[in-house]
């Protein structure tokens, strides 16, 4: 078994067999937020967000990971399966988790000058590691179908965060 260090390392070289072992073990969910805080505080970090800022983001990096993992797994399961997708939702969790390695990275953001292309870069690394988990923790054989699972849930998880800002009277983003 991996440690936790080479299983970030695995995830951010998009290693299918570390996607494959956090799946399988039910005691990584732990580590698996342990990723998403790290990611959530390098953002923080790297925009230099603030003591507030930093404990706020981070929490809604959390919060975001829940919440998408949530949707990808309900949408891969019951609206967009495979005959051999069989998954819980710690194993989505988990390997959804692990897919933020990459934004660790951006605690780079604090050299102004990398800031938007660190971000940039990170974000869409991290997209390419969580179409690769949804396609291992779903047992996808389609690539396309993992894409399709993630691109739906992202937007179904702005949408209730865009409904949730404005319930809560959120000014809108500018």
């Keep these: 078994m991996a440690t936790f260090t080479e299983r970030m390392l695995g995830a951010s070289r998009l290693d299918h067999a570390t996607f494959e072992e956090v799946e399988a073990d039910d005691g990584a969910t732990g580590q698996a937020l342990g990723v998403v805080v790290l990611a959530g505080l390098a953002s923080g970090i790297g925009l230099g967000a603030g003591v507030t800022g930093l404990v706020l983001g981070t929490l809604a990096t959390v919060l975001g990971w829940y919440v998408w993992a949530f949707i990808i797994y309900f949408i891969g399961t019951r609206w967009l399966p495979e005959s051999q997708t069989h998954a819980d939702w710690g194993q989505v969790l988990r390997t959804v988790g692990f897919a933020n390695a990459p934004g660790i990275l951006r605690v780079l953001g604090v050299i102004p000058l990398l800031r938007t292309i660190v971000?940039?870069?990170?974000?869409?690394?991290?997209?390419?590691?969580?179409?690769?988990?949804?396609?291992?923790?779903?047992?996808?054989?389609?690539?396309?179908?993992?894409?399709?699972?993630?691109?739906?849930?992202?937007?179904?998880?702005?949408?209730?965060?865009?409904?949730?800002?404005?319930?809560?009277?959120?000014?809108?983003?500018?």
């Design 119 to 174: 971000f940039v870069v990170t974000a869409v690394w991290v997209l390419v590691a969580v179409v690769i988990a949804v396609r291992t923790a779903l047992d996808y054989t389609s690539t396309l179908r993992a894409v399709g699972v993630c691109v739906v849930g992202w937007i179904i998880q702005w949408l209730i965060f865009g409904l949730a800002a404005t319930l809560l009277g959120a000014p809108p983003a500018s």
